[in-house]
Every structure is written in structure tokens, then in C-alpha cells.
């Protein structure tokens, strides 16, 4: 061993880069050169800065770590495995073991290895959220630092501090030139989230090169007039600066941290200069041999961790966190005997269940020919139940007034700067960046909700399908859903969005077609805490049903059902959603006049009626009754499985118009007469 190995702090830091460049060199995939340039970034903030427990990742008072740049995911990786991370489910249930061993570090970027090409939520605990495309790990930061105020604003006491933690962030250049990150950072700076520290990894170099290719804004100067607390570290390796500028960010009390921290991408490889060599690559062995030597460890062991390191882990990160959860579980148990009722809220937070009686104010409503625009119902509904679970909050992009999504009931608040116990967020006209955000609440354990108009999911798609991936209950709460939208025109009518939002696996898209269907698809949607939900709701009025006429909206619980039906074997199904279900009642009032036996199947969740049994959908849509028409206002495309070779689709096949709603709908003929057509009077 030379020199530099005999210091443990050295040594530990330098583990964490073998680790890292053995299992990119292993995997001959990944990026080595940033885990070795942040190795002593990532030691500083979990050594000896957070307050995090590798016993217990996932006990509610700790400190939150973000790995923005989640192609470095081997430095999260490495740093799990040595200071002990232990293995539980995302509820902090132990299930034994490692969170991460060194089985799975050798076996980086397999299948079957927790240590995924980039972090991936819920594989390993430690892992806080998954990272990957630039941009979206600060955006979740900013929504868990969101969370932590909120939590902080409405539970606390005077004598008992359940939350008081910090969300850390590492984040790279590309991070930082997404639109997302600029967002998110104006939503912090704005809130004044001082439980926030971004640590940029100003290296100078992205893939292409030099940043002199396509980056050359001042960051400091750019953060401070984003309102954050500019903070700056001459060099990477300097672990002693790192801590002091850590200190700073503790004791700033009204504003969110950005540490610039200056690396070279690679450090301590032989080649560091060489783009391709450190970057997007493996080094190679021989370069790994070297680089090894270089920090003085043995040059022919592979995953090789000295004696000691784990040790000084152990002895650092491990006691100070086991100190740290003890003392917040002592909180937690007096906290359960001075204010059970609020203690019983956070435990069904904690456990990701509803509390008991949260739907008992979902509205049933009555039938009205004139009905009401599904937005309307919408807003009555989310009111009704998260008006029952204390722990449900959003906002919109700007647009509450319009989207309903505005809760309204006695003590719901407002989320600002100045009272950060309120429900109501006002995340501004930054799509991308509240998804994100609203992802990093439902990881915080709330229940997260955010709206804006339909057209406009294409500006936070990524988010949505982050939601997803994640497996989180995200709630997206999307008005304005069509052509219906009228005089705004082209730019704001949605038509090939129900189609893209159902091709995200797992995101389930609800378009309710009366207002009692509204209710339904809001239960099933609440009881999924597996899968995000988008709500696709109407600017304009459609009729409330009599469900002593037609079936009960319960059918929604299924994703498709039997609205009406005739006697024995149907000479056409007509199929439909949201705004064009009444369309396809009018259609079949017609046809059954004309002595035609109609079934109308009301298809509010496509996703969900995938999903159910072959029994049940040949029950709803008998394969021998191939005459079937779908009506809906967006493309075909995801209709084509149900309607099959030989049915007919009445609905968008180009950009909309500006106009008054039905004139829209009439120019594009979508109407019960099309249908009528199409199904052969
Ligand atoms: C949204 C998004 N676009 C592109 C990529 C592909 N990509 C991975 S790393 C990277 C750039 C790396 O540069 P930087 O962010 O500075 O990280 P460093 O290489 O310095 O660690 C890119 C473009 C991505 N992961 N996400
Ligand atoms: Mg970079």
C-alpha cells in the first residue's frame, strides 16, 4: 500500500472508484469517469453530512439523496453497498440482507441485478427515486424538499419535530442545461426551500466534449437570480471545502443551495484528458490496472474492498444514523400517545394505504339531460375525497380556475413561501417540472396530484412516464380534452393524446363519460397505489345519465362495461369515451327504432379493460359480433384492438379548428348520425 491508502478516508473514497470502474469494466458498459471524479462528493455527503440510517433507508425523518445524473448510478451503488445499506420493501419493511451486495455490483447493468444502468426506484432501498434522463432527479428534489416543508408545517408540534430533514442532490451539466432543472430550481428559489442542496459537478465536459460546444451561461450568476444561495468549491477532492460549504447551506435559512463543485471527469485515470476513455465508456482493464495503481490499491483485485473501509463507514454514516433514527423513533412514539389521530394519518402515509373513510363523500349525482362538464364533476369529486385524506394535495399549471382542480373546502390553504401548511400548490406554467415535482411528493409518501390542459401533457410526458416506471399513484388531472375545447383552436385541442398517454405502460387514462362515471373512475384511480393515473376531462357539458336506465357507473372499476343492451345476440356494439359516450346512446336510440339490436359499451379505461379476464371482455364484446363502432374525438390508433379489422372509428383524423365546440364537432362529423352511418341503418 503507498502512501495515500494508509489515510482510511482516502482509502474509503478510492474503494468507492474501484468498485465503480471494476463493475463499468465489467459490464464493458456504463460510465466510469463520473463516479471516480464524485467518489469523494458522494463520501463527504453520506460520511459525514446526512443524516441517513443504512439500517433503517427508510425511516421518515432521514435526509433524502438524489443521484441527478443517473448515468453515474455506479457511485450510488458502490456508496450503498459500503456504508451497509440494508435491504427493506419502499414501506421500510426489512426483508433481510443487503440492499445492495456486491453480487449485484459484479453483476451491474445485468438482468436480475438491483444495480440497474441507472438507479431504479423501489429495486434497492437507498435508491430514493430513478434517475436517468437528465433533468428529472432535481425536478423530484424539489418536490421531496416540497414534501418535508408541508410535513414539517403540519405535524410538527411544539415539543415534538417528527420532519426536519434535507433532500441532497448530485447533478451534472446536462442536469442543469435541461428546461426541467430551470423550472424546478425557479419553483425552489420562489418557495424559498432552504431544505435543498443541489451539488453540481461543474466538469467542463458532456458527451460531445467540451461545454464550450453548447454551454457557456454563468451558473452562479443564473441561481442567484433564481433565488438560491450560490455556493462554490474549487475542487472536488477537497472534502474538507465540500463539508464547510455543506455548513453554509445548513445554516442558510431562507433560500435553496447550489454548491458548484469543480471535477475532472475520470480523475485518477492515466488517460483523464481523453474524453471517450473516462466518459461513456469503459476504460479498459489495462487503464484500470493503472488507475488502481494510481490510488494506491492493488492493481489485480477486482471488487476489492479493504480492511477497514466498511469499518469507517460503520463507525461514521452508521453510528451517527442509528443515533439519529433512534432518537426519531422516540419522537415518533411519544408523538403516537400525545396526538393519535394525527400519528394515525402519517402511519397510513407511511404505509401507502388511504385512511379509513376516504371515499364516504364521494358524490352520486343525480340524472340531468343537461348534465354538466366532466371538469365540473371532476372538481366535486377530488374535492370530496381529499377533503378525507389529509395527506392528498396538488395544484395546476396556472389553469385552476379552468381545470377545477382547486381544493376548496375549509383549511385547505395555500402552499407559499410564507405558510407552507397549505393543500394547494401553484407549480406556474412549468409542465415538465411539476410533474417531476409531483412525482417527488408521492415518493415523500403524499398523495400528489397536478393538472393542466390535455394538450399540454406533451410538455411533461417524461414525468408521466417517470411516474409510471415508478410505479407511483401520481394523479394527473387533464381538462380541456378535445376538439371539444372549441374557440382556442388546432394548437389547444388534443387528438393524438389519448392515444400517446395510453402507450405508456402502466399509466392508467381515465376518460369518464358522465359525471357519475367522474366518481368512479376517481376510485378506481385512488385505490391503484401502484399506477399513475391520468384523469381526461371535458371543457363542455355531456348529460348525466339514469343509471336506473343504464348500468351503474361501477362498471368504470373494469375499464369497459355494458352501458345498454338489447335482446339476445347485438347486430352492432358502438364503443365510446368521455364526451361521445352520449353520442353513442343517441346513435343506438336511433339504430333500435330502426329495428337494429344495439349493445353500447361505455370504455372509460382502456388500459384497465386490458387488463381484465378473456372472459369478461368477450362477455362485454362477443368475438362473433365483429360489427362494432367506436366513437371518440382523437385518433384511432388505440381503438383498433377493440374494434377489430372490421369495425369502424368515428373520431379525428387531423388537427382541429377554431370555432364554437359544436361547430367543431360538426365539421369533423363526429356525431350520432356518423355512427348511425357507420353501423349500417
Ligand atoms: C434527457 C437526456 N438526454 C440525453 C441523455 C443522454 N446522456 C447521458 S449522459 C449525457 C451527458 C453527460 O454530460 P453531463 O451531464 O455533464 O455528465 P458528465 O458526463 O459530466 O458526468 C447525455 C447527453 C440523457 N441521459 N437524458
Ligand atoms: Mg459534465
Known sequence: MTA?????????????????????????????????????????????????????????????????????????????????????????????????????????????????????????AG??????????????????????????????????????????????DGDLMEGIATEAASVAGHLKLDNLCWIYDDNNITIEGDTDLAFSED????????????????????VEALGKAIAKFHACGDKPTIIVVKSIIGYGAPNKQNTHGA??????????????????????KKFYIPDGVKEHFAEGIGKRGAAASAAWDDVWTKYQAAYPAKAAELQAMFDGKLPEGWDKDIPVFEADAKGDATRNSSGKVLNAIAKNIPFMIGGSADLAPSNKSNLTFEGAGEFLATSYDGRNLHFGIREHAMAGITNGLCLSGLRGYCATFFVFTDYMRGGMRLSSIMHLPTLYILTHDS???????????????????????????????????VAECYRAAMLDSNHPAAMVLSRQNMPTMDRTKFASAEGC????????????????????SGSELYMAVDAADQLTANGKKVRVVSMPCLDLFAMQDQSYIDEVLPPSVTNRVAIEAGIQMSWDRWIGSHGKFIGMHSFGASGPFDAVYELFKINASSVVEAAGR
Open 219 to 238: 451558473i452562479g450568476k443564473k441561481f442567484e437570480g433564481l433565488g438560491w444561495n450560490v455556493l462554490h468549491v474549487d475542487d472536488a477532492n477537497d
Open 279 to 300: 466518459h461513456g465508456a469503459p476504460l479498459g482493464w489495462d487503464e484500470v490496472a493503472l488507475a488502481k495503481k494510481a490510488y494506491g490499491l492493488p492493481e489485480d
Open 4 to 124: 495515500t491508502s494508509t489515510d482510511i478516508q482516502t482509502l474509503a473514497i478510492d474503494t468507492i472508484r474501484a468498485l465503480s470502474m471494476d463493475a463499468v469494466q465489467t459490464a464493458n458498459s456504463g460510465h466510469p469517469g463520473t463516479p471516480m471524479a464524485l467518489a469523494p462528493i458522494a463520501y463527504q455527503v453520506f460520511q459525514n453530512s446526512m443524516k441517513y440510517d443504512p439500517a433503517k433507508p427508510h425511516w421518515p425523518g432521514r435526509d433524502r439523496f438524489v443521484l441527478s445524473c443517473g448515468h453515474a448510478s455506479m457511485l450510488l451503488y458502490s456508496t450503498l453497498h459500503l456504508i451497509g445499506t440494508q435491504a427493506t420493501d419502499k414501506h421500510g419493511k426489512p426483508t433481510g440482507g443487503e440492499s445492495i451486495t456486491l453480487e449485484d455490483i459484479k453483476n451491474f447493468r445485468q438482468i436480475g441485478s438491483v444495480c440497474a444502468g441507472h438507479p431504479e426506484y423501489a429495486e434497492a
Open 557 to 576: 372499476l373494469k375499464g369497459g362495461y355494458i352501458l345498454s343492451d338489447c335482446d339476445g345476440t347485438p347486430d352492432v356494439i358502438l364503443m365510446s
Open 483 to 517: 376538439i371539444g375545447v372549441g374557440e382556442d383552436g388546432p394548437t389547444h385541442q388534443p387528438i393524438e393524446h389519448l392515444t400517446a398517454c395510453r402507450a405508456i405502460p402502466g399509466l392508467n387514462v381515465y376518460r369518464p363519460g358522465d359525471a357519475n362515471e
Open 127 to 172: 435508491i430514493e427515486t430513478t434517475t436517468g434522463p437528465l433533468g428529472a432527479g432535481v425536478s423530484n428534489s424539489v418536490g421531496m424538499a416540497m414534501a418535508e416543508k408541508w410535513l414539517a408545517a403540519n405535524y410538527n408540534t411544539d415539543d415534538l419535530t417528527l420532519f426536519n430533514y434535507n433532500t441532497y442532490v448530485i447533478c451534472s
